[in-house]
């Protein structure tokens, strides 16, 4: 069965075609002209558009166009009683699936509408596959370098085939809360259906429940259309409430029975709509405590507290640091064969620092860093914004010069002996250690080298 969004100017046809597409068990909603019909589409997705040519402010073939430019289109059949060969070729021609003149039969209309779902359902089945294929993409954004991760990937996936078991995420701000979720939305049966997220603290306290159930015309100042909220808007798929510990405690009971008889009431309506959708919350604050504090309900925290995940904080699992460092040096510089992204003094200040803001702080230090730096590898100068703790006086005592100078060379073949002993002669080992490229450690070998033979041959010539 079908979502069907019939667009004419005159009730009685608009109310004969519902019928006819009721008694086949499709849903029908209605619009009288092209206008009304994109709003009704930017909120919520229909299988086919069913519209007349002739209509005020926005036209059939007007709304076919902005239809045929939207990022999921749906097929559109044409109804006319004005027919003319020209008209039919240039409907098609725009990308209506079908066209069909007034006056005419039940037959003909079901039949037309069959095809057309079908048609809708092809083009639903590419953009699955569109989405597996970007999903499997988007996999790669997630690093998961140390044990308390993969442990928890392991969990999200068993939740995830669950559709409909709500999942709390708890954790720090920055540790990747929606990431999570979207994670868990992506290995679902709800994959093909939208992911809506919605920050719950950045909601007006005034438009929270419209924001979550919709509203219907005339139901406040300044509601001049009925709306959908995101309940509606997420149909199918998955609804995330980040930082739900802010929703204020009538919206709370609103949600929680909206959650418990799964359909909502739209505000100013009368009608229960039936939602079906996972519903994930996340938040970076300590529930109970509001509850205690009566600021949060207990009975709605026990109903979306069914399958709780928790992320730690980044300093609490360190190991995964620098894989996570050469994730974004890759991501922001655009590299992907670059063995060398990150120098051992950047290595040192980055597993240095707290990273109170978790991941989005250590992405943020990155791209900057990049900036910085123009080309891998990321080296100590190009994050000395970072309060790393280390004393100044250990990095002076780094840097200090003896009184009678050094030479550049020697120093420089100094350490590059040290790291080949160091690796067991291992070259591309030794370069990494340095935090140099095979290439570049090879072209330093050379160099030291020729200047080796050079001083050998100066001491030669000054003893005779």
């Known amino acids: 069965m079908a979502y069907i969004l019939i667009v004419d100017d005159e009730p009685k046809m608009r109310h004969i075609l519902k019928i006819m597409l009721d008694l086949k068990g499709h849903t029908t909603d209605q ?14 997705a229909f299988d086919l558009v069913i519209s007349d ?27 006319t009683a004005f027919a003319t060969v020209d008209s039919a070729v240039n409907a098609m021609k725009r990308g209506a699936v079908d066209y069909i003149t007034k ?58 085939r669950q559709p409909d078991t709500t999942v709390l995420i708890t954790g720090e701000s920055g540790t990747g809360k929606e990431v999570i979720a979207r994670f868990v939305h992506k290995k679902s049966p709800r994959a093909a259906k939208r992911f809506v ?4 603290a950045a909601i007006s306290p005034n438009l929270v429940e419209s924001t979550l159930f919709g509203h219907e015309k005339g139901a406040f100042t300044g509601a001049d259309k009925r709306k959908e909220g995101v309940f509606e808007y997420a149909e199918g798929g998955t609804l995330f409430l980040d930082e739900v510990g802010d929703l204020p405690l009538e919206a709370q009971a609103k949600l929680l029975r909206a959650m418990q008889e799964k359909s909502i009431q739209r505000v ?12 994930i919350c996340a938040t970076n604050r300590q529930l109970m405590p509001l509850v205690d504090e009566g600021k949060f309900r207990l009975d709605l925290y026990y109903r979306i507290n069914v399958f709780p995940i928790h992320i730690p904080p980044l300093r609490e699992r360190n190991e995964a640091i620098i894989p996570l460092a050469e994730h974004f040096v890759r991501k922001f510089m655009d590299k992907t064969g670059e063995n060398t992204l990150l120098s051992s003094g950047a290595t040192r200040i980055l597993l240095a620092h707290t990273w109170p803001g978790n991941v989005r702080e250590l992405a943020n230090a990155v791209e900057r860093a990049c900036i910085l730096a123009g080309d891998p590898p990321v080296v100590a100068e190009d994050l000395t914004f970072l309060e790393t703790g280390l004393k100044i006086s250990e990095k002076e005592s780094q840097w200090k010069l003896p009184k009678n100078g050094i030479s550049l060379e020697a120093l420089e073949s100094d350490l590059i002996r040290q790291a080949v002993e160091m690796t067991g002669n291992n070259q591309s080992a030794a370069a990494k250690l340095l935090g140099l490229s095979r290439s570049k450690f090879r072209t330093r070998v050379k160099s030291i080298t020729n200047y080796e033979l050079q001083h050998t041959n100066h001491e030669q010539k000054s003893i005779k």
């Open 31 to 44: 619009a009288q002209n092209g206008i009304e019909a994109l709003e009704m589409l930017e909120d919520r």
């Open 53 to 79: 040519i002739k209509m005020p402010e926005m036209d059939g073939l007007s709304l076919l166009d902005r239809i045929q430019h939207m990022e999921s289109p749906c097929p559109v059949i044409i109804i």
């Open 103 to 160: 006056p005419f039969d039940e037959e003909k209309i079901i039949i037309t509408v069959e095809k057309a779902i079908g048609i809708s359902r092809i083009l639903a089945e590419n953009r699955m596959l569109k989405n597996e294929l970007k999903n499997q993409d988007e996999q790669k954004e997630l690093v998961c370098a140390s044990e308390p991760m993969k442990k928890l990937l392991t969990t999200a996936v068993k939740v995830a």
């Open 197 to 200: 997220a919605i920050n719950c």
């Open 268 to 279: 100013g309506g009368n009608q229960q709509i039936n939602i079906d959708l996972r519903v």
